[in-house]
């Protein structure tokens, strides 16, 4: 089964992320920070890295860099949701530090799920998730 590590500082993105990719047949490991994500990361194999860029103590962009450094090959998605700048400033640095892909925050359900089952290049069986209830919990978890 492949393995897919979360890195989001925020505890409902994390495990609204894990159950959409869960449900589509995918091992799924988390972690709050970038600190937590790079230590999961240098004790077990992942097939794709799924990464906010603000968080506090090892930053998206810094776990980024490490994580390319020590697996050049290494699949990452990052995500943001803006901070002091926009969004896209923080995801196109992420680009430049090595993200094969980017999104932005709020995402959907079909968005993620499509990038990563691109990524993993694994088909997706849409009869595995429900896009509706799970998109408005997403939704209403996001602040939309």
């Known amino acids: 089964m ?3 590590l979360i890195i989001d500082d925020d505890h409902h993105i994390l495990l ?5 990719l869960e449900r589509t047949g995918f091992e799924v490991e988390l972690a709050s920070n970038g600190n937590e994500g790079l ?7 992942v097939d794709l890295v799924i990464t906010d860029i603000i968080m506090p ?3 998206g962009l810094e776990t980024i860099r490490a ?3 020590l697996r050049p090959d290494l699949k990452i998605i990052a995500m943001s949701g ?3 700048i926009s969004s896209d400033n923080y995801l196109d640095a992420a680009k430049i530090f090595g993200a094969t892909r980017v999104l932005g925050k709020p995402f959907s359900q079909k968005q993620m799920v499509s990038i990563v089952h691109e990524l993993l290049d694994n088909p997706l069986d849409e009869s595995l998730y429900k896009e509706k209830s799970d998109q408005d919990e997403l939704e209403k978890k996001q602040g939309r």
């Open 57 to 59: 103590e090892k930053e």
């Open 39 to 45: 230590e999961l990361f240098k004790r077990m194999p």
């Open 67 to 69: 994580m390319k450094k």
């Open 82 to 84: 803006g901070g002091k």
């Open 2 to 4: 492949l393995r897919i």
């Open 16 to 20: 609204m992320t894990k159950k959409m």
